[in-house]
């Protein structure tokens, strides 16, 4: 016996969940000790302490009883069916109390009231969050007037019934307790395995994508730095070969280790694929993620990795890219402009760290890096011309003290002989130390000299100084006229002098910023603009298309309904001519749709690369045919495409990858070429070959062609195209890379994740034209602002019985609503004044039972969330065949699903 509680049990064991009978006894089975339902992650996770790790047996009851209610009855049929119970009193802490206990399931006593069942449920919620509560009455009828009518309770128990249903209802109900756990656990087990890189124990990379699209959001939004590391283990390769992958995945996990002890609790990191890593860092400037970085570098480099008898010390290379940088437009550019620090951190000699934007000091001092930021005179280069060499070997000195570079030329002539080739930051012409029959000549000189560069240098600032051996001020009007920029005469004091170059070459410095960033803001400007005719194309491309499927709507209804009354062979012919090629029409204007589409709703599909590869080819069809032709230039396109090649994502962004790469191909060919695709599957990965025998790239070019704005066309492309494309790949766990040789074409190389298992396609069989046998006949209302197709539709629904009305605008359609009940309503989508939306969604208040559906020239994508708050049910993109209109109406009729 407990204390203060009456606790029964059964003594025989031995038997698991399933052996439970009707009558048999039931097992006491220790739950909490079972490992695998208890991840780590369910203590953070859980608001409450698993079932599991609570419950003492699965045959453990709590019993709360009033004290008026006989429950010895009651009592004797759980212990005939094998449980055991404690009996507990009401209490303000009834959750604490039953702690103890740790009950399989709970029921509490109809008689306490509603007030305080109520309260009770909540605190054994709180307690016990998927522990089943049962409410107890005397008999099923038998209402009480404070009956609780709560949905927190699991069920209700009545005292006068059976023990053997008793014991099949608490046996199902903690079963079912008990299987909602495992399902709970199972889910967050596999949320965590979804986002966790198997060997590393590290986010994995597209978990890593995502996080740093909605970082880059945050920084963008708050106007904070965002950094990233990308990180590459050196001689990896080696690692394996030599030493076998076994130890290979033993070093992966001790680098991971090692770099996780050494990084923020903010920072994230993650594996970004095979020996390379990722790390965001965010409110972090470029400075800061390269003190970061050689922090770990050296921290990885300073330990040995040892397993069994092998040891060595591993090193890796670093990529840090920020958001500070100019060239950073989105989270995509981050990871683009940071795997090209990597590559020149590899290039370089490994081991080392480099900064996205620093190319002139690759291997990364960040303390320097930042002084030198501040003083950019430090590595100035100054030319000296002096007519007396020691004069200039004396100013040389001076300089060198300083950390200038210096150069001497004793004429006019070794200057500009030098010019040509080489522009100093600023020019000395030194006429100090000259005797006084000399200085007139050598002056004029000088002054002839600051003319012909400062004619050379018109497009930027560059500093010129004047020394004179006395104060001459005829001489210094006549260097004014002749645009030098400072004139010290007399003797040369070396402070006075220096500062007057560090001055000058400081408003060089801001000079030359100010240029670049009005080129940058130029050049951004005429790419915003080029963007905005895109876009303005885009949005006119879409709308003729929408105006063309109204059209082909008229075309191709007409001509199905011809077919349907026509019996001449011939007639009937002709009719098939003009439906195949509105048919036609209508699949080219939805590749131009799906084209121009935005696809930030869209959700991944399965999609064939070998169709899209098709359709991209069939969409640039008037540029290497039509226009080709007229120019007299011929091209050909080779395919060898293993079909299909099945990979998950947005076929608008694959679309628009492969129409960027067949454009840039007939770029490089202007008198014409082949381009040919090759597409197998290789090792579970989809791998596309796509080349051209056009003019190719050298390799400065092809380092850079998926940076941002780098383009080779001259002011003619926006620089944008490829660098798009990396940014898609890397958003379908992808890869794009390039190979090329200068004069023989180019080859871009893409792998995507192959999506192997398909689901089968729903195709619904053909339904014969003709008239309907359904079984009651539909009041149907149809508005669209165009007479042939209402007229169309029309005249396909009312041969089937249905009764039609016709609205030629969404205010009429309002009108007949108000008097008429309909059973379905076909709306256009694009109507002056009241759009389809607002239509559906103002019929559907008057008629809530009418089902809505959407006709539109647009197409059929639309967000699933806005169709339910407007109350349609589906979309039927135009045109929309006959038979669609009949197999819809004809599945309303007989009460079925639409499906189409």
């Not at 407990?2 to 025989?12: T, Y």
């Not at 020996?275 to 970061?292: C, K, M, Q, S, Y």
């Not at 590899?346 to 291997?363: F, L, P, Q, T």
């Amino acid at each position: 016996m407990a204390k203060k509680k009456m606790v029964h049990e059964s003594r025989e064991s031995g038997h698991n969940l399933h052996d439970i009978g009707p009558s048999g006894p039931v097992a006491e089975i220790e739950v909490s000790g079972i490992d695998t339902l208890e991840p780590q992650s369910v203590v953070d996770t859980c608001p409450s302490r698993g079932f599991h790790s609570l419950i003492k047996t699965l045959n453990h009851i709590a019993f709360v009883r009033d004290a008026d209610f006989p429950g010895e009855g009651f009592t004797g049929k759980l212990e005939s069916e094998g449980f055991s119970f404690v009996e507990a009193e009401p209490s303000d802490d009834l959750g604490a109390e039953l702690d103890e206990a740790r009950p399989a399931a709970v029921i509490l006593a109809g008689l306490l009231g509603a007030d305080r069942i109520q309260q009770m449920v909540y605190q054994v919620r709180e307690r016990f969050a998927y522990v089943p509560i049962l409410i107890l009455y005397d008999e099923p009828g038998a209402e009480h007037p404070d009956r609780p009518l709560t949905r927190a309770a699991d069920g209700v128990c009545y005292s006068s019934m059976p023990a053997s249903d008793l014991g099949l209802l608490l046996r199902g109900v903690i079963r079912s307790g008990f299987t909602i756990q495992e399902l709970v656990l199972s889910n967050r087990k596999l949320n965590e395995i979804s986002i966790t890189d198997a060997l590393t124990g590290l986010y994995n990379r597209g978990y890593m994508i995502d996080r740093l699209n909605l970082e880059f959001k945050r920084a963008s939004r708050n106007r904070e730095a965002l950094s990233v590391l990308m990180i590459d283990l050196d001689h990896f390769k080696q690692i394996n070969d030599t030493y076998g992958h076994k130890f290979g995945d033993i070093v992966l996990e001790a680098v991971s280790q090692r770099l996780k002890s050494l990084i923020r609790e903010t920072d994230i990191f993650g594996r970004y694929g095979g020996e390379e890593f990722l790390i965001v860092l965010p409110n972090t400037d470029r400075w800061g993620a390269a003190h970061l970085a050689e922090k770990l570098r050296g921290g990885l480099e300073s330990e040995k990795i040892s397993h069994d008898f092998f040891s060595l010390s591993v090193t890796a290379s670093f990529g840090v890219a920020s958001s500070e940088n100019a060239e950073v437009v989105a989270a995509d550019h981050l990871l683009q402009i940071s795997d090209r620090a990597l590559y020149r951190a590899k290039e370089s000699g490994r081991n080392r760290v480099c900064i996205a934007g620093d190319e002139r000091n690759d291997e990364a001092d960040p303390d320097q890096g930042r002084e030198n930021s501040e003083d950019d005179s430090l590595r100035a280069t100054i030319d000296v011309v002096s007519w007396r060499e020691s004069q200039g070997s004396h100013i040389q000195a001076l300089l060198s003290v300083e950390g200038y570079e210096t150069f001497i030329h004793i004429t006019p002539d070794c200057f500009l002989q030098v010019f040509k080739d080489r522009t100093p930051d600023l020019l000395v012409l030194d006429c100090s130390c000259l005797p006084a029959d000399r200085i007139g000549q050598s002056t004029q000189e000088a002054i002839n000299l600051a003319q012909k560069v400062k004619r050379q240098t018109q497009d930027h600032f560059f500093p010129l100084v004047l020394l004179l051996p006395e104060k001459n001020e005829a001489l210094r009007d006549e260097a004014m006229k002749a645009e030098v920029d400072d004139t010290l005469m007399g003797e040369v004091q070396g402070e006075e002098f220096l500062a007057r170059l560090r001055s000058l070459l400081h408003v060089k410095s801001l000079h030359d910023r100010w240029r670049n960033t009005y080129r940058d803001l130029t050049l951004a400007r005429s790419r915003l603009i080029k963007m905005e005719r895109l876009t303005a194309l885009g949005e006119m491309a879409s709308g003729v298309a929408h105006d063309f499927n109204n059209i082909l709507s008229a075309i191709l209804g007409r001509a199905q309904i011809l077919r349907r009354d026509v019996r001449d062979p011939e007639i009937l012919r002709n009719l098939e001519v003009i439906e195949r090629a509105a048919n036609d029409g209508a699949a080219t204007i939805r590749r131009i749709q799906e084209f121009s589409r935005s696809t930030a709703d869209r959700a991944y599909e399965t999609v064939d690369l070998a169709q899209i590869i098709k359709d991209c080819i069939q969409i640039t069809r008037t540029r290497w045919k039509d226009q080709a032709e007229m120019a007299g230039v011929r091209y050909r396109f080779r395919l060898d495409l293993e079909e299909p090649l099945h990979v998950k994502g947005s076929p608008t962004e694959l679309r628009e990858v492969v129409t960027n790469l067949i454009m840039n191909g007939l770029d490089a060919m202007p008198k014409g070429g082949e381009m040919s695709f090759h597409g197998r599957v290789v090792d579970n990965m989809v791998m596309l070959d796509l080349s051209d025998t056009g003019h190719g790239m050298n390799d400065l070019v092809l380092k850079r062609i998926f940076d941002p704005f780098f383009s080779t066309k001259k002011g003619e492309g926006t620089g944008l195209g490829l660098s798009v494309a990396y940014g898609i790949m890397a958003r379908h766990n992808g890869r794009i890379e390039c190979s090329s040789t200068e004069g023989k074409g180019a080859t871009f190389h893409i792998q995507l994740p192959f999506e192997r298992d398909q689901a089968p396609l729903l195709t619904s069989p053909p339904v014969e034209i003709g008239p309907s046998s359904a079984p009651r006949n539909l009041r149907i209302l149809v508005v669209d602002d165009e007479t042939a197709i209402r007229e169309i539709f029309r005249d396909v629904l009312e041969p089937d019985g249905h009764e039609i009305f016709l609205a030629e605008s969404g205010e009429k359609a309002l009108q007949i609503a108000e008097n008429q009940q309909f059973d379905l309503v076909f709306t256009d989508l694009s109507m002056p004044g009241m759009s389809g939306w607002e239509v559906a969604r103002q019929i559907k208040q008057i008629h809530p039972e009418t089902v809505i559906v959407l006709t539109s020239g647009w197409g059929k994508d639309f967000n699933q969330q806005h169709m339910a708050q407007h109350g349609v049910s589906h979309i039927l993109p135009k045109p929309v065949p006959v038979e669609t209109l009949q197999n819809l109406t004809r599945q309303l009729a007989d009460g079925l699903p639409i499906e189409f």
